[in-house]
Antibody, heavy 116, light 115 residues
Framework: EVQLVESGGGLVQPGGSLRLSCAAS????????MDWVRQAPGKGLEWVSV???????YYADSVKGRVTISRDNSKNTLYLQMNSLRAEDTAMYYC??????????WGQGTLVTVSS | QAVVTQPSSLSASPGASASLTCTLR?????????IYWYQQKPGSPPQYLLR?????????GSGVPSRFSGSKDASANAGILLISGLQSEDEADYYC?????????FGGGTKLTVL
């Protein structure tokens, strides 16, 4: 069964850092495009980043320069390193697997709260 | 102006049809884009419904009923999600999405109420 499980969220102070993880099972992360999408409380979906199977990475303008997407093939895990966090980064963060440009499998999300 | 705009809410009666629009910013031609549609219910991650570019380039999500369908209104520069035979379980938030300038862009979402 294809499954994604996010972790690493929590409460962090403005300016702080956090690394989110997305553990995959049932498939190999490095063989797929993998995305991070976030959703602020009560708000809509916002795409954050994607890493291609070839290793190319793309970022939303709102996080560019502060966020890095990566993967560990040995752990079959996707990561999102977030630095210089702001209150507006408060959101549920979902990882998703892309197949044929469709975000077809999503995790249940991990909540990041940026507050002093 | 946002790249993609959706009405914030829509209400319709059970058994009726609902047409959800996804309007692209002026200067971005809807005809050249695949429009992706996702459904999200409270407390759950989004679920893929379908994508539509043209009648020859469309895809239904696995297990998604045929009463969900996509189309375009070129005159309005918009993608459309049509839900026919509305059921109570269709009450949810619906998001459209396009790939634009090396980024996925979501619309703000439409909250569909079935009453």
């Amino acid at each position: 069964e294809v499954q994604l499980v996010e972790s690493g969220g929590g409460l962090v102070q403005p300016g702080g850092s956090l690394r989110l993880s997305c553990a995959a099972s049932g498939f190999t992360v490095s063989s797929y495009y993998m995305d991070w999408v976030r959703q602020a409380p009560g708000k809509g979906l916002e795409w954050v980043s994607v890493i291609y199977s070839a290793g190319n990475t793309y970022y939303a303008d709102s996080v560019k320069g502060r966020v890095t997407i990566s993967r560990d093939n040995s752990k079959n895990t996707l990561y999102l390193q977030m630095n210089s966090l702001r209150a507006e980064d408060t959101a549920m963060y979902y990882c998703a697997r892309e197949v044929d440009y469709v975000l077809g499998t999503w995790g249940q999300g991990t909540l990041v709260t940026v507050s002093s | 102006q946002a790249v993609v705009t959706q009405p914030s809410s829509l209400s319709a009666s059970p058994g009726a049809s609902a047409s959800l629009t996804c309007t692209l910013r002026s200067g971005i031609n809807v005809g050249t884009y695949r429009i992706y549609w996702y459904q999200q219910k409270p407390g759950s991650p989004p679920q893929y419904l379908l994508r539509y570019k043209s009648n020859s380039d469309k895809q239904q999500g696995s297990g998604v009923p045929s009463r969900f369908s996509g189309s375009k209104d070129a005159s309005a520069n918009a993608g459309i999600l049509l839900i026919s035979g509305l059921q109570s379980e269709d009450e949810a938030d619906y998001y459209c999405m396009i790939w634009h300038s090396s980024a996925w862009v979501f619309g703000g979402g439409t909250k569909l109420t079935v009453l």
